[in-house]
């Protein structure tokens, strides 16, 4: 089931299991130096004082109150050469995704729906998350792209879907879960 809908028990033990797979794949890379170190431990939270990014992302993610549920990861399109398991394999596509005379090519971290909506979302793991001034002037574009580009992907699939939303995950401390921008229209899903 969706991690929100995971009793306290199911949650932890979920929780627990997803950072030793963590633990392990990041052990595996040979990255030296001590700021790797560092680093597995703000992921992991092995620190002790403080969740690690994978607890606290699951926690966000478990007290959204949304009606949205995760439904496709690293949509790709317009990308040649993805190897199996690259991305997602029902809605990516090798073709270009065409909004008037332009021929798009991206990947969208995640793509969550609802009952006719959909909502587009970027992971961001710097500091700084572009905002809907920085969107309205131009200077970000790459959120209503996807949007569009996702409505174009979901409609090729033969789901009719409107966009409601293009939200970033900003996965640094704190994690948080942003809205850039939005239909009013959906204001309560």
Do not use: H
């Not at 399109?77 to 909004?99: E, H, M, W």
């Not at 969550?112 to 969107?135: E, H, N, Q």
């Amino acid at each position: 089931p969706p991690v929100r809908e995971l009793p306290e028990q199911d949650f932890e033990e979920a929780v627990r299991e997803l950072e030793g797979l963590a633990e392990r794949w990041l052990n595996r890379m040979d990255i030296p130096g001590p700021f790797w170190e560092l680093e597995k431990d703000r992921i992991l939270g092995r620190s002790g004082q403080e969740p690690g990014l994978l607890r606290s992302f699951l926690t966000v993610e478990r007290e959204r109150a949304d009606e949205m549920r995760p439904a496709f990861f690293e949509v790709a399109f317009g990308q040649t050469g993805n190897r199996p398991g690259d991305s997602d394999p029902r809605l990516s596509t090798p073709a270009t995704v065409k909004i008037g005379d332009v021929n798009l090519r991206g990947r969208i971290d995640r793509i969550d729906r609802g009952a006719d909506c959909f909502t587009v979302i970027d992971y961001k793991t710097g500091s700084g998350v572009p905002t809907l001034a920085d969107i309205r002037s131009g200077a970000s574009l790459q959120l209503p792209l996807y949007l569009r580009a996702a409505e174009e992907l979901l409609a090729a699939e033969g789901a009719s879907m409107a966009p409601a939303a293009g939200l970033y995950y900003r996965l640094r401390d704190p994690v948080e879960f942003q809205l850039a921008v939005g239909s009013g229209k959906y204001s309560s899903v």
